[in-house]
């Protein structure tokens, strides 16, 4: 039984805990499996009043999406007391649990049917371009050059640790911290390499 | 007017000739805008026929990505021939002049709304299978290892490749060189540097 329920809220606050109790559902299952019946039965309210607060599904779903994907920048915000190579670390490291702990709709968003939606599709782009700006306003702390390949790096190598957390998630043969040094250790590797001298 | 209509064809034949076709349009059009009507007027016959050799419109674009798929495949077949570093920049190069000759559907194909359709998903995903199992049955041939770590790094570095390249062709920013350079020097990069040892 939710606390929801139990207490009387305004709009906006029983919006808001409607917002928090769908991204909580959505770490086990999918954004097709959240149906807004599920919703309300968790939350304690009619199907009715929850249109109230949602125009409808597909805003819902919007919202919703749109919460997680904050959640996910928030928690995988650099820290700036650290050190470059600790705030890069630890922004790993978090982005690799936040995969982990909501793995079904993670996968699902980015790689699933999700896409066909254009309003999911651009909250998902407009996500990677902000982390994308993050690596790229910290590269010269890392010592690495900041220019237009550098920038096409970045954006490939946002695309190699979606990839690999998601395959790695589920059987998880690699120990994590593998996985870490991985993502930390290529993205100077990457823009070195993409760097280097052209042959003749 | 295409020279389809003014030959008499066995129904196979007829069938192949569609299906190229089909691959053909699709080089400046997305699977959205393919429309079975288009085709039959491109080929010169009916709506009506193009249903002979095709059940549905889902048949015949999964038959078009399919095929589509196979090219892709088929052009970036390294060949065995070459010196192996030699092999994987031939590859890399057919890969990106593939991209950029078809690029409205194969960045549709990659990250729109076709993935929505389950088929065409696993189209994708088995090109990305044998794409992958390529690079890892040269790994040796490279000097590098061929273990879990490498398998999720190539994965990685594919769709590293796959979003450098989308993100590249529209503006071609960088000269096409350094990308090449990028692409061949970086598949090596991440395998070393997911393998250096690490950090107590």
């Known amino acids: 039984m939710s606390s929801i329920r139990r207490v009387r809220l305004s709009p ?3 919006r808001e805990q409607l917002l928090k109790l769908g991204v909580q559902m959505l770490a086990t299952r999918t954004l097709d499996e959240l149906s807004v ?8 309210i009619s199907r009715g009043l929850l249109f109230h607060y949602f125009r409808n599904k597909q805003e819902f779903h919007r919202e919703v999406v749109l919460r997680a994907a904050q959640q996910l920048l928030k928690r995988t915000d650099p ?15 978090n982005y690799l649990d936040y995969v982990t702990e909501n793995y079904s709709s993670y996968s699902y968003l980015i790689r699933g049917s999700a896409t066909a939606n254009v309003e999911l599709r651009q909250i998902i782009e407009d996500t990677r371009s902000e ?12 010592g690495l050059p ?18 690999v957390a998601v ?10 911290e593998r996985i870490l040094q991985m993502f930390a250790s290529s993205l100077p590797a990457l823009i070195l390499a993409s760097h280097e001298p052209q042959e003749p």
Chains 1, 2 share one sequence.
């Open 12 to 14: 906006d606050a029983r």
């Open 167 to 176: 395959q790695w998630v589920p059987d998880q043969k690699v120990p994590r």
């Open 131 to 142: 982390m994308a700006r993050r690596v790229s306003d910290n590269l010269h702390l890392l």
């Open 79 to 93: 820290n700036p007391e650290l050190a470059p190579m600790e705030q890069l670390n630890r922004t790993l490291e």
């Open 37 to 44: 019946e599920d919703l309300a039965e968790e939350a304690g």
């Open 146 to 163: 900041d220019d237009d390949l550098s920038r096409l790096a970045i954006r490939g190598w946002l695309a190699f640790t979606e990839q």
